[in-house]
């Protein structure tokens, strides 16, 4: 009965309601980059990229629309990317060349959720890890909460890389290598809200097993509250051999271990 007082009020004999779900994303990026030429064998470049992206959840759009919980391609968002990146070029002679380059990505995901009505605030007997959010489904009729929960997902990379390019001879020779480490850090509350789905089994009807408190199945689970390091190292060396003025010969190897998380 609490969760039928918060549902809109139908608009004809049948029940039906018409509504729609607004959205009202924002989104920018800004690319910059800075060359230095220090001198006519040495040039170092810095570059850096920013991407946001921010919508409201649309319950808050429409001042607390019970329905405005359903959708699930738009539970709002509050993500953001940035990319830094550092290069040095330095001539060492006529025929070599080495290439420095220093690259730090990081990205947040996150979702900022609804506070709205949580298992417990209507009466329910169950205990709920997120204020204010529930997941809530009924088969044939309407559902809400599938995406309003909170979430926060960073994730940061380094990487440094190296390659040096000469030419001796006949003989295009490079080697280099990088070495890369990415940081993940995870906290979603997706699950411990709870499910709770009236789907029929008990009247036949999922909108008459809700009417009557026959709840179907719930699912919860504990917060996600993961995070990891994982790291990544490799080396090559490659020779392009120019035998003929009609024949050349590319050849390399390639060492790139795995380490797991």
């Given amino acids: 009965l609490n969760i039928v007082a918060k549902l809109p009020k139908a608009q004809d004999n049948c029940g039906k309601i018409v509504y729609s779900v607004p959205d009202k994303p924002n989104e920018y990026q800004i690319i910059s980059k800075v060359d230095y030429q220090q001198s006519a064998s ?6 850096y990229v920013v991407t946001s992206y921010k919508s409201p959840h649309p319950y808050n759009l429409t001042n607390g629309f019970l329905l405005a919980l359903e959708p699930v391609d738009n539970g709002g968002n509050s993500n953001l990317a940035q990319s830094y990146a550092v290069g040095n070029t330095y001539l060492i002679g006529p025929n070599t060349i080495n290439a420095f380059r220093l690259t730090v990505n990081r990205t947040v995901i996150g979702r900022p959720g ?3 009505f949580a298992a417990p605030d209507i009466g329910v007997k169950a205990y709920s890890y997120t204020e204010g959010s529930m997941n809530f489904s009924v088969a044939g009729g309407f559902a809400f909460g599938a ?6 997902n960073t994730t940061d990379a380094y990487q440094v890389g190296d390659d040096l390019n000469l030419v001796k001879g006949n003989h ?3 080697f280099g290598g990088n070495f890369a480490n990415w940081r993940t850090y995870q906290r979603c509350h997706s699950g411990d809200t709870g ?3 009236f789907n029929g089994t008990a009247t036949g009807l999922g909108m008459s097993d809700f009417l009557t408190g026959r709840l ?5 689970t504990t917060p996600i509250q993961w995070s990891s390091r994982q790291w990544y190292a490799a080396t090559y060396a490659q020779d392009v051999w120019i035998m003929s003025p009609k024949v050349t010969l590319s050849a390399g190897v390639r060492w790139e271990p795995y380490l797991p998380l």
């Fill in 195 to 197: 499910a709770y789905t």
């Fill in 42 to 47: 040495h040039s170092i470049f810095a570059r």
């Fill in 172 to 174: 295009q020779l490079t």
């Fill in 147 to 152: 995406r309003s929960f909170p979430a926060h």
């Fill in 114 to 116: 609804v506070k709205a």
């Fill in 216 to 220: 179907s199945t719930l699912l919860q």
